[in-house]
């Protein structure tokens, strides 16, 4: 067995799809609204003003939707355990490794998570659930790596190779209280 760990994320299959399925029915109530608004004229706003209004909030809508499946097809989420501790990114948002110290561990565990939760969604902060004191950083594992740290705060990590990465931390904290 190695002292290193590493593993790459992504968004599952399923997400990609609901996402894309769901900007595409908003995309095409935005355009139906663009051929049924004018048949009903229930605007009392001049012509003009209602069509630059109806194009202003396609446009919008389209670009958050462009951006929303970009970054659902591009989210990385990068994590590796060596001697110095668990390092993670999140591309293309966390570019540098925040690393969690060995020393700053005061107790780990693997949990399952069992229910949907919005914040499992990549780097959303869970603060204010948790008073501010945890963060999740996950793209749609089955499995959290929770760590206790020694300020209070609590950090999961997702993983989808639970069995691997316990190993490693077991390791990782065996060795530190033998240093």
């Not at 900007?23 to 109530?29: A, D, E, F």
């Not at 300020?151 to 033998?178: A, C, F, S, W």
């Amino acid at each position: 067995m190695s002292d290193s760990f590493k593993e790459t994320q992504h968004y599952p299959a399923v997400t990609k799809w609901v996402l894309i399925l769901s900007t595409t029915c908003i995309m095409i109530g935005m355009v139906m609204s663009l051929i049924i608004v004018p048949v009903t004229e229930t605007f009392t706003l001049d012509t003009d003003m209602k069509w630059a209004l109806l194009f202003a909030c396609l446009t919008l809508v389209m670009i958050v939707s462009v951006v929303c499946v970009w970054y659902a097809y591009t989210a990385t989420l990068e994590t590796r355990v060596d001697r110095l501790g668990i390092s993670y990114r999140l591309l293309p948002i966390l570019t540098d490794w925040n690393t969690i110290f060995k020393e700053d561990i005061q107790e780990w565990k693997m949990v399952e998570k069992l229910q949907f939760q919005f914040s499992h969604f990549a780097g959303l902060p869970n603060g204010i659930m948790h008073g501010l004191m945890s963060k999740k950083i996950s793209l749609g594992s089955r499995y959290q790596l929770m760590l206790h740290l020694q300020n209070g705060k609590k950090i999961y990590i997702g993983t989808n190779m639970p069995e691997e990465l316990g190993d490693i931390i077991k390791k990782l904290t065996n060795r530190q209280t033998e240093d």
